[in-house]
């Protein structure tokens, strides 16, 4: 998974999109319209695939049921060296 910060304005949180969606009207929602600030890519599965996220969506996608914390560049650091156990990566 590759890891970026955000500056586009353009670009919304997908997990805020999902949540709130369109107006019967077809505008989006105003909390759908939550600017990304960070956007990861996959580098694996769906390789290619992006998804952007405000920085409360982030940290509920970080923070595992237990309470743990589990940042994007620690699952980063975790996908790339099972990859080099798998034999995917020299």
Same mark, same amino acid.
């Given at each position: 998974?590759?890891?970026?910060? =955000?500056?586009d304005r353009r670009?919304?949180? +997908?997990?805020?999109? #999902?949540? /709130?969606?369109?107006?019967? +009207?077809?505008?989006?929602?105003? *909390?759908?319209?939550?600017?990304? #600030?960070?956007?990861? #890519? !996959?580098?694996?599965? =769906? ?8 920085q409360p969506c982030? =940290?509920?996608?970080?923070?595992w049921p237990d309470? !743990? ?8 650091? /975790?996908? *790339?060296?099972?990859?080099?156990? +798998?034999?995917?990566?020299?």
């Amino acid at each position: 998974m590759a890891i970026y910060k =955000n500056s586009d304005r353009r670009i919304w949180c +997908d997990p805020c999109k #999902v949540r /709130y969606g369109k107006l019967k +009207d077809g505008t989006w929602h105003h *909390r759908a319209q939550i600017m990304a #600030v960070w956007i990861t #890519v !996959s580098e694996t599965i =769906n390789k290619g695939f992006r998804r952007a996220y405000c920085q409360p969506c982030a =940290n509920e996608y970080q923070t595992w049921p237990d309470g !743990s914390i589990w940042t994007f560049k620690q699952m980063q650091e /975790y996908a *790339r060296g099972m990859r080099q156990i +798998d034999g995917m990566e020299s």
